[in-house]
């Protein structure tokens, strides 16, 4: 589809909301259906106007990715210019998100969200190797403030990384680290575990659709 021919035939109020859209998704959001009783408009828009918005976006080197299965929406740069990387103690979290995201998942239970509290995430760790002194709370706060940066997370607001509060796992995690490489995450996770020092390494990146650990 031809943007600039297809673009004028939509009705004033359509080519707002067609700004608001790519506005959002080159802002760096990630657009889902929202909850049943707050439906995401823009959600609905982008599945309906698919190839408009992402003729629109390849003219600056974008893509659309609309990825019903896991109820997602987002602009993707085809040379990677978003790519992000992590530390070791992101690349741990972000893991052993990931691995309680896949286990939800095969649980097939009536959900449609994978929560858990930060007390939980520190039982992982420790379960993975990860001596609980070496997870500050102050770190591990950072650590997922940073993940919810790039909509990997949500959190609470006023979030503190107590272990009461709650980590709400975005399906994007299922993007970012792919299913097929679940088991050798596990693998690694235990190794990132053991080494003791955070500082100075890169263990996971997060580029378009995949991330690997380093």
Known sequence: MEFCSEYPKLENALQEHFRRVVTRLLSGHIITPGEALRPDRDWRFAERHQDLVDSYLRIGGWRLDLDRSNQLCRAIHESGEQRVRFNKLESLVLCCLRLAYHEQMRAANETERCVLKVGELRERLALAGRASSLVQRRALGDALKRLQR???????RGFQGDDIESITVSPLVAKVLAPDKVAELAERMRAYASQSSDVG??????????????
């Open 150 to 156: 790039h909509a990997l997370v949500a959190l609470d």
């Open 201 to 214: 390494e890169e263990l996971v990146s997060e580029d378009d659709a995949s991330g690997e650990p380093a």
